[in-house]
């Protein structure tokens, strides 16, 4: 029932469900509505503003800025493990194409020799390698996690997995900087060969997919991009979300998961957990196979265009945690993976 108002000041606020009170460090406030409408308080005087006026002053309880950074190192450390046992359950999926949960590693150690585990049970055969300038960041739970950084042009993670599989989902956690070029890959295939998919975050905040279909089909268009007719790498369709993101969540992370379901013909994609977009694929336009081959994170292997406009498309931002999964998962199933990982304060 009160307002507190700064008249270039410190102060201090201690509330609790019985008793709110408040104490002037140095300089004045103003008090308003309730009982002290228009109290002016002064240096080290004091006010209750709810319930009765406690005997012990506010200002000896005051945490430190030390006290605050501990606590928050032990609240993060505690969403960490809580994320690691996650994890552990997680990579017993037997739908898991390849897993990297990347926050294992620090910004520091772990990652020897640029090799990036695949935690999967595939195994080995399916690890990445980092090529280029792939920095090594803090991850979503403090300095103890890691993450890759694919700001620096070239930035990539290069792996090759072979097989053929009945249906894709993709998920990983990202912390978006900027979206500088037209399209930021997450995970893509190279080239665009039948049954590859590429994922991708659009310059406008848009998450998208898209598997080829049919490579031998010759379609041109209009590129507004690249200011000419093109020839496309064949038959296929983007299938774009709502917008999740704009320049002024710089910075944050976010659980990203797109599903291709060829059986139900739909393409959902989600954002921290909630659905952005649920679309019919057409049946034209449906992939029942899908392989991946050599691949790339964080950047695209071999454009089929060369225009620097098309070409480069590496992320601003990090990536952590990326799974592929040779299935359809369900939104509980995603919202749990979002629930199990977030980072402290989301």
Known sequence: DSEIVDLGTEFALEVSSRNAQVEVIDGEVEL?????????????????LKGNVSATSVVEGLSTVSDIDQQRQQAEAGRFLQWQEHSQTLRTDKRLIAYFPIAHFSSTQGLY??????????????????????????????????????????????MRIDGEFEALTLACWVKIDRLEHRYNALFMGDGFENGEPHWQIRSDGRLMISVM??????????????????????????????????????????????????????????????????????????????????????????????????????????????????????????????????????
């Open 32 to 48: 308003r509505g309730g009982d002290h409408d228009g109290t002016h308080l002064i240096t080290g005087e004091g006010a209750s």
């Open 113 to 158: 020799d640029r090799m990036v585990p695949n935690a999967a049970s595939t195994g080995n055969r399916f690890n990445g390698l980092m090529i280029g300038p792939v920095g090594r960041a803090e991850g979503r739970f403090g300095k103890e996690s890691g993450a890759l950084n694919f700001d620096r042009l070239g930035s990539r993670v290069r």
């Open 213 to 346: 279909v049919d490579d031998t089909q010759k379609i041109e268009h209009f590129s507004d991009l690249e200011h000419q007719i093109v020839t496309d790498a064949g038959l296929h369709k983007n299938y774009y979300s709502e917008p999740f993101w704009d320049s002024s969540m710089n910075g944050q992370w976010f659980h990203l998961a797109s599903v291709y379901d060829p059986v139900n013909q739909r393409v959902r994609q989600f954002a921290n957990g909630r659905m952005i977009c649920d679309e019919k694929i057409p049946d034209e336009l449906l992939a029942t196979q899908f392989r991946i081959g050599p691949a790339e994170i964080g950047n695209w292997g071999q454009p089929f265009r060369k225009t620097p406009e098309f070409a480069v498309r590496n992320l601003h931002g990090a990536i952590d945690e990326l799974a592929i999964f040779n299935g359809v998962l369900s939104q509980d199933e995603i919202q749990l993976m979002h629930k199990q990982g977030k980072p402290l304060g989301y």
